[in-house]
Every structure is written in C-alpha cells, then in structure tokens.
C-alpha cells in the first residue's frame, strides 16, 4: 500500500469556523491531489499541486484553498466551512503527471458540517 | 473535456454469476482509463488500469476490462462473482493529451453479491 495517510478521519465542524485537513504521504511522489466524493457524484477534483508551493485549481475549487510547503504535505483548508461541504475527502498522490500514471489514495476524512 | 458514464447506479448479482460493469467514456484526445473499487469506509484500490498496449486488461482479484474505442467502451467483468466483491466501482478516465491533471470519475456503480 502507498505510504499515505489523512488526518484527522472524522470531523464535525459548525458552519462558519475554518478547517484544515492533511494529507502525508512518504513516497516522495511529485503529484498530489484533493478529491472530495460525494452520493451521485463521484469523485471530484478540488485541487492539485505539482510540486512545492505549485498548486492549481480543479472542477470543484470554490470555498477552497491549498498549501504545500514541503513535498511530503498538502494541507486542505475550507477557510469557512458551509453544510455544502460536508463531504467525504480523498487524497491521492502520482508519481508523475496524471496521464498514465495511477493514482494512489488515502483512507479519506469524513467531514460533518453542522 | 472528458466524462465518465457509468450505467447503473446498483448491478446486483448471484453469487457464482457473471459480474458485468459497464463504463463508457468521452474524450476527444485517446484516452487512458482506469477501474477503481472501493470497500465500505476505505480508499480506493485501483483494479486495473488501460495505458494504450493491449486492449484486454487483467486485474486484480480476477477482474478484467476490455477497451473498445468504436464503442466508447470499457467495461469491467468477472467471470464467478464472489461475496467479497460486494464494494463500490468507479470507473476513470485521464487525459493522454496533456491537459488537465487529475482523474474524471464517474459516479460510481454499487456492486450487491446475493448469496
């Protein structure tokens, strides 16, 4: 298994207060990935980075930011969290850009946002 | 753009019997595609993945997916469904173009295995 872990797995959260969740991954994968999943929806893509303080913007980035300040970590931040966002998130790390290359996720955090 | 279909949101089957999960793409570049599953509360798990070479792909678990571009197609089957392939299956499709980065999913298809 892919050396990737998520923190903290669950979460309950009142709308309005702000949010951060981690994802660590010790493969010193270049590519990592945000992914929210939700009934009906699948999986969709939040936001990526492609290296240390590079990150970009994916289908569903509104409400969100990112940051990663060091290969290992990219943190997730809902700057004020809405019940909209109540969700379950993913992250996923490549070793090089998508194309071919697979994805490998986390355990995923459960976020309750009341 | 791409997108993912998947038909069927529920496929239940008898144990024994023949699992069929069917995933039709869009994507105006040839695209890779991917199968993932993902058991209650987990992560998900790629099954097998299509990169461009053969176009039957084995996986793991004893599942395999055939890729047919006249079709848009790439269903996922197995032969002899066993109980503990109850999970979800989402199929996904990347951009071999170099466009945008992450995967396009579908919604997913919730495999039930009757015993």
């Known amino acids: 298994d892919a050396g990737i872990t998520q923190s903290p797995r669950h979460k309950v959260t009142e709308t309005g207060t702000p949010v951060t969740l981690r994802c660590h991954q010790t493969?010193?994968?270049?590519?990592m990935y945000w992914y929210r999943q939700d009934p009906g929806h699948g999986l969709r893509l939040i936001h990526y980075s492609y290296g240390v303080k590079d990150t970009d913007k994916g289908e569903v980035s509104d409400g969100y930011s990112v940051s990663r300040s060091k290969t290992e970590d990219f943190l997730l931040t809902l700057e004020s969290a809405t019940s909209s966002q109540t969700s379950v998130y993913f992250c996923?790390?490549?070793?090089?850009?998508?194309?071919?290359?697979?994805?490998?996720f986390g355990p995923g955090t459960r976020l309750l946002v009341l | 753009a791409q997108s993912v279909t998947q038909l069927g949101s529920h496929v239940s089957v008898s144990e024994g019997a023949l699992v069929l999960l069917r995933c039709n793409y869009s994507?105006?570049?040839?695209?890779?595609l991917f199968w993932y599953v993902q058991y209650p509360n987990q992560g998900l798990q790629l099954l097998l993945k299509y990169t461009s070479a053969a176009t039957l792909v084995k996986g793991i678990n004893g599942f395999e997916a055939e890729f047919k571009k006249s079709e848009t197609s790439f269903h996922l089957t197995k032969p002899s469904a066993h109980m503990s392939d109850a999970a979800e299956y989402f199929c996904?499709?990347?951009?071999?173009?170099?466009?945008?980065?992450?995967?396009?999913f579908g919604k997913g298809t919730h495999l039930i295995i009757q015993p």
């Open positions: 996904a499709v990347s951009d071999s173009g170099g466009g945008a980065d992450g995967l396009t």
């Open positions: 493969e010193n994968h270049r590519y």
């Open positions: 996923a790390i490549s070793e090089s850009r998508t194309g071919k290359e697979t994805q490998y």
């Open positions: 994507s105006s570049v040839p695209p890779y």
